[in-house]
């Protein structure tokens, strides 16, 4: 199976030993087949690159409550608190 990532980061990450191992097998266990896997780079389109968020409070703007709220009830995002 090929993995595709955005960003060359997360692809090594993936890519290493351990967690490279851990993913097929949870994927096999998924799939009912075994799998070699396989991760790659693969470059975004201009408007996939423009719509992907970038920080947390884009992020929270696609959330469909959050995105309502701002477009039908004039709410806006003031900040984004993680649960932790």
């Known amino acids: 199976m ?3 990532f955005f960003f060359e980061f997360h692809c090594q990450r993936v890519s290493e030993p351990k967690r490279s191992a851990l993913v097929a097998e ?3 266990d ?6 070699a896997l396989l991760c790659t780079v693969v470059p975004s ?5 423009e719509a992907r968020p ?5 992020q929270a703007k ?3 409550v959050v995105r ?4 039908s009830l004039g709410a806006r995002v003031a900040g984004v ?3 932790s």
């Open 81 to 83: 608190k993680s649960d």
């Open 68 to 71: 309502h709220a701002v477009e």
């Open 62 to 64: 696609q959330d469909p």
């Open 26 to 28: 949870v994927l096999s």
């Open 45 to 49: 389109s201009a408007s996939e690159s």
């Open 30 to 35: 998924l799939l009912g087949a075994p799998l």
């Open 54 to 58: 970038r920080t947390r409070t884009d």
């Open 2 to 4: 090929t993995l595709g």
